[in-house]
C-alpha cells in the first residue's frame, strides 16, 4: 500500500488543491493523507467565496497528529501544491524533513504554483522566493508549468534547446524529475499543446491537442498523477505517458459536457483506463 501526505487547498464545491488530487490518488488505490491549507466553499476564480486561511501552525498541528499514530515512517511521499503564505510554506518542508527522518525512502513532490502565461504572477509576495530558495531545492520531483519553469530558472525560453537548459537549472536546485506542462515552444504546433518530462539527462515530450476549456484544477490532478505513476515506475517517460493521456481525458469529458468545474468523478475512469493514449517522444 502506497500512502501520500498531500498538503494543499481545499474547496467544498468543485475541484482544486486537494478537492482536485486526493480522488485520482485514491483511484489508483494509493492511500491518502489530505492536510487542507485552506477551507473555501469554492475555488477564487468565481470572484466570491466564503471560508478561512489556514497559518502553518495549524498544518503542523495536524501533521502531528498524524505522527502521534506512528505512521509517518510508512509515508511515501508529500505532496505540495498551491501555498497561501510564507509560513504554510515552510511547514510544508518542516513535514517533509519529519516524514524523511522516519522513511528516508520518501520523496517530496512539490507543485510550485506561482503565475501562468496571461496571468502573470499571482501568488502573495514573498511565495515566489519561497519556491526558488526552499520548496524546490527540498524536492525529488517539481511539476512547473511553462512560466514557472522560466521564473524558477530566471530565463525566458523559446526553444526546446532552451527548455532542456531551464530544466537543468532547475535539477541543480535539487530536483531528479521535473514535469513541465502547458509547455509553448517554437515548434509547437497552433493547435496543440506540450508537457516535458525530465530526469536523469533525458527528456521526454508529450503532445496532446490544445482543447477549448479553460477550468481550475487541472495542473492539479497532473501532478497528483505524474507523482503517482513516477512511484508506480521510477520512470519520468512512463509517469508522463500514463499522467497526461488520464488528464487529456478529464479534460475532453470537461468539455465535451461544457462544464465550469473539471468532471472528475464522471470521468474517474479516465484515471485508470484512459480512452486515448499518445506517443512519448525522447527528445
Same mark, same amino acid.
Given at each position: 500500500? &502506497?500512502? +501520500?501526505?498531500?498538503?494543499?487547498?481545499?474547496? #467544498?464545491?468543485?475541484?482544486?488543491?486537494?478537492?482536485?488530487?486526493?480522488? *485520482?490518488?485514491?483511484?489508483?488505490?494509493?492511500?491518502?493523507? *489530505?492536510?487542507?491549507?485552506?477551507?473555501?466553499?469554492?475555488? =477564487?476564480?468565481?470572484?466570491?467565496?466564503?471560508?478561512? +486561511?489556514? /497559518?502553518?501552525?495549524?498544518?503542523?498541528? &495536524?501533521?502531528?497528529?498524524?505522527?502521534?499514530?506512528?505512521?509517518?515512517?510508512?509515508? /511515501?511521499?508529500?505532496?505540495?501544491?498551491?501555498?497561501?503564505?510564507?509560513?504554510?510554506?515552510? #511547514?510544508?518542508? %518542516?513535514?517533509?524533513?519529519?516524514?524523511? #527522518?522516519?522513511?528516508?525512502?520518501?520523496?517530496?513532490?512539490? /507543485?510550485?504554483?506561482?503565475?501562468?502565461?496571461?496571468?502573470? &504572477?499571482?501568488?502573495? *509576495?514573498?511565495?515566489?522566493?519561497?519556491?526558488?530558495?526552499?520548496?524546490? *531545492?527540498?524536492?525529488?520531483?517539481?511539476?512547473?508549468?511553462?512560466?514557472?519553469?522560466?521564473?524558477?530558472?530566471?530565463?525566458?525560453?523559446?526553444?526546446?534547446?532552451?527548455?532542456?537548459?531551464?530544466?537543468?537549472?532547475?535539477? #541543480?536546485?535539487?530536483?531528479?524529475?521535473?514535469? =513541465? =506542462?502547458?509547455?509553448?515552444?517554437? /515548434?509547437?504546433?497552433?493547435?496543440?499543446?506540450?508537457?516535458? !518530462? @525530465?530526469?536523469?539527462?533525458?527528456?521526454?515530450? +508529450?503532445?496532446?491537442?490544445?482543447?477549448?476549456? @479553460?477550468?481550475?484544477? %487541472?495542473?492539479?490532478?497532473?501532478?497528483?498523477?505524474?507523482?503517482?505513476?513516477?512511484?508506480?515506475?521510477?520512470?519520468?517517460?512512463?509517469?508522463?505517458?500514463?499522467? @497526461? !493521456? @488520464?488528464?487529456?481525458?478529464?479534460?475532453?469529458?470537461?468539455?465535451?459536457?461544457?462544464?465550469?468545474?473539471?468532471?472528475? +468523478?464522471?470521468?474517474? $475512469?479516465?484515471?485508470?483506463?484512459?480512452?486515448?493514449?499518445? $506517443?512519448?517522444?525522447?527528445?
Amino acid at each position: 500500500m &502506497v500512502s +501520500v501526505l498531500s498538503i494543499q487547498s481545499h474547496v #467544498a464545491y468543485g475541484h482544486v488543491g486537494n478537492s482536485s488530487a486526493v480522488f *485520482p490518488l485514491q483511484r489508483l488505490g494509493i492511500e491518502v493523507w *489530505p492536510v487542507h491549507t485552506v477551507q473555501f466553499s469554492n475555488h =477564487t476564480g468565481y470572484g466570491q467565496w466564503t471560508g478561512r +486561511v489556514f /497559518d502553518g501552525q495549524a498544518v503542523e498541528e &495536524v501533521v502531528q497528529g498524524i505522527a502521534d499514530r506512528g505512521v509517518l515512517g510508512s509515508c /511515501d511521499a508529500v505532496l505540495s501544491g498551491y501555498l497561501g503564505s510564507a509560513d504554510i510554506g515552510h #511547514a510544508v518542508v %518542516a513535514t517533509v524533513g519529519r516524514v524523511r #527522518a522516519a522513511n528516508p525512502d520518501a520523496v517530496y513532490a512539490c /507543485d510550485p504554483v506561482i503565475g501562468d502565461v496571461g496571468r502573470g &504572477v499571482f501568488v502573495r *509576495p514573498g511565495i515566489e522566493e519561497l519556491m526558488r530558495d526552499v520548496a524546490v *531545492p527540498a524536492a525529488d520531483v517539481v511539476t512547473p508549468n511553462h512560466f514557472e519553469l522560466d521564473l524558477l530558472s530566471g530565463t525566458a525560453t523559446r526553444s526546446l534547446s532552451e527548455v532542456k537548459d531551464a530544466v537543468a537549472a532547475v535539477q #541543480a536546485l535539487g530536483p531528479r524529475a521535473v514535469l =513541465t =506542462t502547458s509547455l509553448v515552444t517554437d /515548434d509547437t504546433p497552433d493547435d496543440a499543446i506540450d508537457l516535458l !518530462a @525530465s530526469e536523469g539527462g533525458r527528456h521526454f515530450r +508529450v503532445r496532446t491537442p490544445k482543447l477549448d476549456v @479553460s477550468v481550475n484544477g %487541472a495542473g492539479d490532478a497532473i501532478a497528483a498523477l505524474f507523482l503517482a505513476h513516477w512511484l508506480d515506475t521510477r520512470s519520468a517517460g512512463e509517469a508522463l505517458s500514463r499522467a @497526461s !493521456a @488520464s488528464v487529456f481525458g478529464l479534460l475532453q469529458r470537461t468539455e465535451d459536457a461544457g462544464s465550469r468545474e473539471i468532471l472528475l +468523478v464522471a470521468a474517474q $475512469e479516465e484515471f485508470v483506463s484512459p480512452t486515448r493514449t499518445f $506517443e512519448v517522444t525522447e527528445v
